[in-house]
């Protein structure tokens, strides 16, 4: 009974799956670190805030509902760009100056607040301290008619303070890096999907990219320096040339002959113009060996090269065509995706006229990668 292919989703029902949530990638350990860690946060910021408020008399708020926001990303996302010490200070902190200025200038809340949230976002972006959180604290702000100067130094930069304080010790007690670095480190390509989620499993931390912004990064990455790694670094620089090459209307035997000869694997086959219109393999000989005969391997490639009984007895018979062919001018790297993914094993590289002038192999490309690797060191 034919098995059925079932349908292609709809690009309606493609689009719906792009709101269902992907999962975090985190063992339950991990997952109750992050609990633990925001709720140690949170308490310690609010017990010590709460005691200040008291000793000092300050009539007002002694903590602000968007740290619980900060917590997560300290905690949850300690990694992330959002999440460093800088960030946390200066976005939440200026926030609130932010919006202090806005309920001054602008008497309507309305036009207030969504002035405070674009202009906090700009000066974070600018100073280098986005933090979401930041954008609440603006608002927030403009919603209670000021006291942002107030709420700057208390409780915020109070809150902000201890906040960090547990969340360099908790971090580092549980094995997470706080403040994490942020430099980019160099890359290594040629990674493989399961090598990313082992990767990933190893890491055990949310991060705030999505896996396939991360993975498209890193192949660029790892593309980009094996590019640099190659230089410019073209066809007609590694390709043998000239190459050994027959007609299609060479006999078997002429071109088996050949191969031996010069002990190569394959033969372009060309035209009279010395366009490459196939290619003959020792691989294409052997699938047309008669395997149900009892004699020998050799004994059989006689009779097919000699042309005995009913098998071709010329190129054109046996040959593979179309054929991959690559341009002199072509980058070597262009190539790699053709050996590595393609199942290739020889390539005829051809002129700007698609004339025949040479052939790379695999060892060849090895050969290069080599030596380019060895000039870098």
């Known amino acids: 009974m034919p098995s059925t292919v079932p349908a292609a989703p709809s690009p309606l029902r493609r689009w719906l799956r792009n709101f269902w949530p992907a999962s975090l990638g985190i063992n339950r350990r991990e997952h109750l670190r992050m609990a633990c860690g925001a709720f140690l946060g949170v308490a310690l910021a609010a017990l010590l805030g709460r005691w200040w408020a008291l000793v000092l008399g300050v009539d007002g708020p002694w903590m602000v509902a968007s740290f619980g926001a900060s917590a997560v990303l300290v905690f949850g996302l300690p990694a992330s760009p959002l999440a460093q010490p800088w960030p946390v200070l200066a976005g939440s902190t200026l926030s609130a100056l932010v919006g202090a200025l806005c309920a001054t200038l602008v008497p309507d809340p309305v036009w207030g607040g969504a002035l405070a949230v674009g202009l906090a976002l700009a000066l974070m972006v600018q100073l280098r301290c986005l933090h979401p959180p930041g954008g609440a604290m603006a608002l927030l702000v403009v919603l209670n008619h000021g006291g942002g100067v107030h709420l700057a130094v208390f409780p915020v930069l109070v809150n902000v303070l201890v906040l960090l304080a547990v969340a360099v010790v908790y971090n580092t007690l549980t094995g997470r890096s706080y403040p994490h670095p942020q430099r980019a480190k160099a890359a290594v390509g040629g990674f493989s999907t399961a090598?990313?989620?082992?990767?990933?499993?190893?890491?055990?931390?949310?991060?705030?990219?999505?896996?396939?912004?991360?993975?498209?990064?890193l192949h660029?990455?790892?593309?980009?320096?094996?590019?640099?790694?190659?230089?410019?670094?073209?066809?007609?620089?590694?390709?043998?040339?000239?190459?050994?090459?027959?007609?299609?209307?060479v006999a078997l035997q002429d071109a088996w002959a050949l191969l031996r000869r010069e002990q190569i694997k394959a033969l372009p086959v060309v035209d009279g113009e010395r366009q490459v219109v196939g290619i003959v393999t020792v691989a294409d000989?052997?699938?047309?060996?008669?395997?149900?005969?009892?004699?020998?391997?050799?004994?059989?490639?006689?009779?097919?090269?000699?042309?005995?009984?009913?098998?071709?007895t010329q190129v054109n018979g046996i040959m593979s065509a179309p054929v991959q062919v690559a341009q002199a001018s072509q980058?070597?790297?262009?190539?790699?995706?053709?050996?590595?993914h393609g199942g290739h094993h020889h390539i005829p590289?051809?002129?700007?006229?698609?004339?025949?002038?040479?052939?790379?192999?695999?060892?060849?490309?090895?050969?290069?990668l080599a030596r380019a690797i060895q000039a870098a060191q």
Do not use: W
């Open 331 to 340: 980058h070597v790297m262009d190539l790699v995706p053709l050996f590595s």
């Open 220 to 249: 660029q990455v790892g593309r980009a320096a094996f590019q640099r790694t190659l230089g410019e670094l073209r066809c007609s620089d590694i390709m043998s040339s000239p190459p050994f090459a027959v007609e299609q209307g």
């Open 285 to 312: 000989f052997m699938r047309l060996v008669n395997l149900d005969v009892r004699e020998g391997l050799g004994q059989r490639l006689r009779t097919l090269v000699m042309g005995r009984g009913k098998n071709p």
């Open 349 to 368: 590289i051809v002129d700007p006229e698609q004339r025949l002038v040479g052939i790379i192999t695999q060892t060849d490309l090895v050969r290069a």
């Open 195 to 217: 090598d990313m989620d082992a990767a990933l499993a190893h890491y055990n931390q949310v991060l705030d990219i999505s896996r396939s912004d991360l993975e498209g990064l």
